[in-house]
């Protein structure tokens, strides 16, 4: 290199050391970051399979996601979305549906799911993902539970959000009523 390329190059260093120096005393430059619902589902069905059940009874709920034509939304998580509902009752208690057609497990036991079985969660409150756009819970009614009993369903989308953390959009909310009613007595 000849002694004026070497000029040259020295005061190139000193510029770019200088640069990254007010960039570093700075701070980093954080420009935000849009997160973006990733769904195509805008809105929901839910369906219980009935609405008066005798104390100690179960009543089925089936979740749907549905897409902009009213259908169910099969490719709802296809772009990293998890969609969810959140069920809560004020007299009974939700938990996860059997696979069976009678809300039974689909081990054979025959539990019709009034009693949880070992390693299943049950409370008055239950989050539970949809799989291609349908969910199910039961909600168990105890034999001390009589009357009205309002259930609330809240379907989310979980998405990751511009940073490390998950953001939540609501999607669809709505109320139900269950009405309780006195345990038939066996008569012998």
Same mark, same amino acid.
């Not at 539970?128 to 309002?150: H, K, M």
């Given at each position: 290199m000849t002694e004026r390329n070497l000029v040259t190059f020295s005061a190139k260093k000193t510029v770019l050391a200088g640069a990254i120096a007010s960039v570093l005393a700075v701070g980093a430059i954080n420009l935000p970051v849009m997160a973006e619902s990733n769904t195509s589902t805008v809105g929901a069905s839910f369906i219980l399979d009935k609405t008066s059940v005798p104390a100690g009874g179960l009543v089925n709920l089936a979740l749907m996601g549905l897409d902009a034509n009213g259908k169910v939304d099969q490719y709802a998580e296809q772009k990293g979305s998890v969609i969810m509902a959140v069920v809560s009752s004020s007299k009974g208690q939700v938990k996860d549906a059997g696979t069976g057609n009678d809300g039974s497990d689909s081990d054979g036991s025959g539990n019709s799911g009034a009693i949880p079985q070992a390693g299943k969660f049950e409370a008055s409150v239950k989050y539970t993902q949809l799989s291609q756009g349908l969910?199910?819970?039961?909600?168990?009614?105890? $034999?001390? $539970?009589?009357?009205?009993?309002?259930?609330?369903?809240q379907l989310q989308e979980r998405y990751q959000g511009p940073s490390a953390g998950d953001l939540y959009n609501t999607i669809a909310t709505e109320t139900k009523k269950v009405t309780i009613t006195p345990a038939a007595s066996a008569v012998a």
């Amino acid at each position: 290199m000849t002694e004026r390329n070497l000029v040259t190059f020295s005061a190139k260093k000193t510029v770019l050391a200088g640069a990254i120096a007010s960039v570093l005393a700075v701070g980093a430059i954080n420009l935000p970051v849009m997160a973006e619902s990733n769904t195509s589902t805008v809105g929901a069905s839910f369906i219980l399979d009935k609405t008066s059940v005798p104390a100690g009874g179960l009543v089925n709920l089936a979740l749907m996601g549905l897409d902009a034509n009213g259908k169910v939304d099969q490719y709802a998580e296809q772009k990293g979305s998890v969609i969810m509902a959140v069920v809560s009752s004020s007299k009974g208690q939700v938990k996860d549906a059997g696979t069976g057609n009678d809300g039974s497990d689909s081990d054979g036991s025959g539990n019709s799911g009034a009693i949880p079985q070992a390693g299943k969660f049950e409370a008055s409150v239950k989050y539970t993902q949809l799989s291609q756009g349908l969910g199910r819970v039961n909600i168990y009614y105890p $034999a001390s $539970a009589l009357g009205e009993d309002i259930v609330t369903i809240q379907l989310q989308e979980r998405y990751q959000g511009p940073s490390a953390g998950d953001l939540y959009n609501t999607i669809a909310t709505e109320t139900k009523k269950v009405t309780i009613t006195p345990a038939a007595s066996a008569v012998a």
